[in-house]
């Protein structure tokens, strides 16, 4: 049975613990606030560009750009995007469970992985699947460096025919307590953008310059908006998972330091007894 000080000195271990994830979701619920306002300020713009694109490509009548040429699948590379750190609950599992499903599909030598957070690359790194690229140490927050790095070795390896197709499996953020893992073709690009109603597809359009130079100049924009749209939505996917994992985790502290204190008030009155009836045996043990 535990001693008085054992129990002390474990209830003084976990009141410590509840102090970490207390702070841990606080700065998750920080992070989180920053991470929706920033989902808020790309989703318009990410949205405005498909319809943009959509109603071009509809009233071009025939659109021709690298980004949208179909050939026969040789090497396909699927893109996950998971976090630098644990303590998020399932987060990261679900999404890495989903990417083993994803590449049943496909044998080593026809699948690479580009793997967005340090726990993709290390779980994936020990596995048969080749890694052919990994951006890691985001401290939580958006590198815009780095997601361009990721956008340019994406798109050349597509435009060199190195790969034929590439995926993006990441979290749509929902709300503070769900969010949806996604898997969305990148390159090539859907040839529909999304329906155009009747009447944008009516209209008439003048283009200055032709819709060739158009596409060039906006697809680039287009590809490294939706992988930061995806980056976005995978860190407020994180932050929500993270803080509820922690709030679950101070809340469990809690409870544990009232039942050892539970715990220690009966031992410490089943001390204070023993010595009462020691006391009270030894003086009638002197009367007789």
């Known amino acids: 049975m535990a001693t008085i000080r054992d ?3 474990r209830i003084r271990a976990v009141g410590s613990t509840k102090q970490i994830t ?19 300020s790309y989703r ?4 405005k ?23 026969p699948v040789k090497k396909t590379a699927l893109v996950i995007f998971t976090s630098d750190r644990g303590l998020c609950g399932s987060y990261n599992s679900n999404l890495i469970r989903k990417a083993e499903e994803f590449s049943r599909s496909y044998t080593p030598e026809n699948l690479e992985l580009i793997c967005i957070g340090r726990r993709s690359r290390d779980y994936f790194r020990r596995r048969p699947i080749p890694v052919a690229q990994s951006y890691v140490d985001f401290a939580g927050n958006m590198d815009l460096s780095k997601m361009k790095a990721a956008t340019h070795f994406l798109t050349e390896r597509f435009l060199s025919g190195d790969i034929d197709r590439i995926f993006l499996l990441y979290t749509a953020f929902l709300s503070t307590v769900s969010y949806r893992i996604t898997l969305k073709q990148y390159l090539p690009i859907a040839m529909e953008f999304g329906a155009t ?20 100049a906006l697809l680039p924009s ?29 809340r469990n502290a809690g409870e544990m330091i009232d039942n050892l204190t539970l715990v220690m008030n009966k031992a410490r009155q089943s001390a204070i007894t023993k010595e009462l009836l020691e006391i009270v045996s030894g003086a009638e043990a002197l009367k007789g």
Do not use: W
């Open 49 to 71: 560009m498909i319809e943009m694109l959509g109603h071009l490509a509809t009233a071009s009548g025939q659109v021709s750009h690298p980004f949208f040429e179909e050939r």
């Open 22 to 40: 207390k702070a841990m979701e606080m700065v998750s619920a920080a992070k989180l606030r920053r991470a929706q306002q920033r989902i808020e």
């Open 44 to 47: 318009p713009y990410a949205e």
């Open 7 to 9: 129990l002390k000195n």
């Open 222 to 250: 287009y590809a490294q908006t939706l992988v930061q749209m995806c980056m976005a939505e995978s860190l407020a996917s994180e932050h929500g998972t993270r803080m509820i994992a922690m709030g679950a985790a101070t």
């Open 197 to 216: 109603d009747e009447k944008h597809s009516a209209k008439e359009y003048i283009f200055e310059p032709d819709p060739a130079s158009i596409f060039q």
